[in-house]
């Protein structure tokens, strides 16, 4: 037996970690890879194959089999394209988001901390509670973000895989104006797709009209170009428009800016092209408001990597 890298784990032969073992021929064994701290188990090499693990094989000659570790990933990186609030001392019918995240993990605790930037990068401040935090194994956490006034993104890092979700609502009582939850995005990317546009703001219904806001963050330490493309269902593409997003800061882009005001865009999609990976989300949302209500109602999807 051997392994690879050396101090990445160990192998169990029949529940016992050796290097080498002397068996009777035609007999079957269990070979069990068991990593070190800091290490999972990838793959068997040799005369052993594949990533099952355990594995049970009839032995019936000598057998040289090495097990191969990597380097686990120790930090997790979770993306909100889109976080508005209001401080509610100057906006009584104000914004506000919350966040509300799950340990994944059913066997370990995770650390967490959680980072909000405003759109020109700024870092937004946020009490102690929400800094190297620790959620329980499958426990649950939930809060709200500071309501103060920003309209910009939220970054979580954790030592455990994490599922989620943030949610934008109005401190307006008299009518519950809300989004559709944001869900964490684990993966940025540089080709991204909204699969639907809805912007008819020209009084294409007369019970209302939609609008899109494309939102998207640059989590790095530089300068991003990003290209937005709205392309028609048989796959034209007559506007398109590039700008550019600050060192970790964020774009809330209405479409009404890119599509002309005078048409009606019922479907169709946007292509984001980016010079560094990005997360986006697009914001669907009824400018005329609900016939007989004072209120809009809000809709919206995460953009997906361009396949």
């Given amino acids: 037996m051997a392994v690879s890298p050396t101090g990445g784990g160990g192998v169990k032969i029949d529940d016992i970690v050796r290097s080498s073992v ?39 000659c000598d057998k040289y089999i090495t097990a191969h570790f ?61 800094t190297d935090f620790s959620i329980s194994p499958s426990g649950q956490w939930a809060r709200v973000l500071p309501q103060i006034d920003v ?13 989620g ?45 939609w609008s899109t806001k494309v939102n998207i963050c640059n989590p790095h330490a530089t300068t991003t170009t990003v290209t937005l493309a709205y392309y028609t269902t048989s796959g034209a593409n007559p506007h398109a428009t590039t700008f550019s997003i600050p060192a970790n800061g964020s774009v809330s882009y209405n479409l009404d800016s890119l599509l002309p005001t005078t048409q009606c865009f019922y479907d169709g999609s946007m292509a984001i092209s980016a010079t560094q990976a990005v997360a986006a989300f697009a914001l669907y949302y009824d400018v005329d408001k609900v016939p007989g209500a004072d209120g809009t109602c809000y809709a919206g999807i995460s953009a997906v990597g361009l396949q």
């Fill in 70 to 130: 990597e380097a686990s990933q120790t930090t997790y990186e979770y993306y909100i394209p889109y976080y508005r609030a209001e401080d509610p001392s100057s906006a009584a019918d104000g914004f506000y988001s919350s966040l509300a995240l799950r340990n994944s993990s059913a066997g370990s605790a995770a650390t967490v901390t959680v980072a909000a930037y405003e759109s020109d990068g700024t870092a937004v401040p946020l009490a102690a509670e929400f």
């Fill in 22 to 60: 002397q068996v009777t021929d035609n007999t079957y064994h269990a070979f069990k890879a068991e990593p070190a701290a800091g290490y999972i188990f990838s793959h068997w090499s040799g005369d052993l194959a594949g990533s099952e693990n355990p594995q049970t094989i009839l032995v019936t």
């Fill in 165 to 209: 979700l943030a949610w934008v609502g109005t401190l307006d009582e008299s009518w519950p104006r809300l989004m559709a939850d944001v869900s964490l995005i684990g993966e940025l990317n540089s080709a991204l797709i909204v699969p639907h546009v809805a912007q008819t703001i020209s009084g294409c219904y007369t019970d209302g009209g």
């Fill in 151 to 163: 309209e910009g993104w939220v970054l979580v890092t954790s030592t455990a895989p994490l599922t």
